[in-house]
């Protein structure tokens, strides 16, 4: 992972922030817009920016939008015709999938959420196409992150995006080239002084790079490690990373999701116990739908991005997050977390989760050999 110098960064609060800011670059795009989304909803958030692309490509801009299959299969086939037919450049991330099957290809998703505006501008984190209030089944509003970059990171950002578009392409046999992505930065970007880095995984060539990132900011902390995820099912070595850290003085919160959406989320708390009795911190968000996938190390290093920390995001699905050096961002993002586990989450306390919870630490067992047994059908048993 190599930090790069001389970026702008922002940080962008769930959709209340991110999709002005998103249909503001959107409307501002001169040459290309790139959108990538693991769900797509047609609701009052996807109409606006679908309305935005649609303005896009009626000025001249080339628009190309990425979904998964699985993560928008309830986006109406007549709506993506109707971005197509409005000169939309639309495709589909595995489209077919079949219930019945446990091979890996169909469980590789795109989860990644990035967009690209004319090389000069990029959205990265984990913030859907969605209404924050579009939750089925669950409280809103929906809490979430995702970052505005400017600067020196953008030539490897597109790099990035248009591979992968064009990859796509070749598959579907859409064999128009792109244009080259140059390796040097825009004359005129924003410039700052943000030292960060660009990092995906996928089931090539970058297979543990977000989970080696993470490690290697686990391994050096001093003072705190604070984490906030809403999938946090972590292998061994993250957890014994989180527990060492913890041995040498670190102090590590965990906030995460107190409202579970399935039953293997529950494999969650099979690692509260030991977690607790090496004196990490839990705290589960309970006030709504805590979506995030951040994390704040020593009020310097921080990350932003779509990757949980489960072996969905660490071994299977595209993913990507940008990490940062940073105090004045870091202090940002650490003041939100704080104010979250301070408003809207509960303490598990470790007398209380040892003397109670008897059903929740079943349920988590059962959960959790669920999840190593699925992982032992695709073939990852041996990495968790």
Known sequence: MHFI??????????????FPALEQAIDHARHEVYLQSYIYEADKVGTLIGEAMIRAVKRGVS?????????????????????RAAGIHVMIYRQKISPWTFKKNRLRRLHQKVALIDDVTAFVGGINIIDDNNVPHQIAPRVDYAVRVQGALLPVIANSVKKLWQHLAWLHFHSKPLPKT????????TRGSIKA???TRDNILHRRDIEAAYLKAIHRAKHEIIIANAYFI????????????????????LLLQGRKEYFLMFATHAFYNIFLKNGIEIYEYRKSFMHSKVAVIDQ????????????FSL???????????????AATLHQDITAAINNGAYQIKANDWAKGHSVKRFLSWIAYGLVRLFLGIIGYADKH
């Open 5 to 18: 110098n001389g970026n702008h960064i922002q940080l962008l609060r769930s959709g209340a922030e991110y």
């Open 63 to 83: 628009v190309y939008l990425l979904i998964d299959g699985f993560g928008s299969k309830t986006l109406p086939e007549t709506y993506i015709e109707f971005l």
């Open 182 to 189: 140059s390796s040097q930065a825009p004359a005129h970007y």
């Open 197 to 199: 880095a660009f990092v």
């Open 234 to 253: 972590p292998g061994r070595r993250f957890r014994k990373a989180l527990i060492n850290a913890a041995a040498r003085g670190v102090k590590v919160k």
């Open 300 to 311: 310097e290093w921080a990350t932003v991005g779509s990757s949980n920390i489960d072996p």
């Open 315 to 329: 071994f299977l699905a595209r993913e990507a997050n940008i990490f940062l050096k940073n105090k004045h961002f």
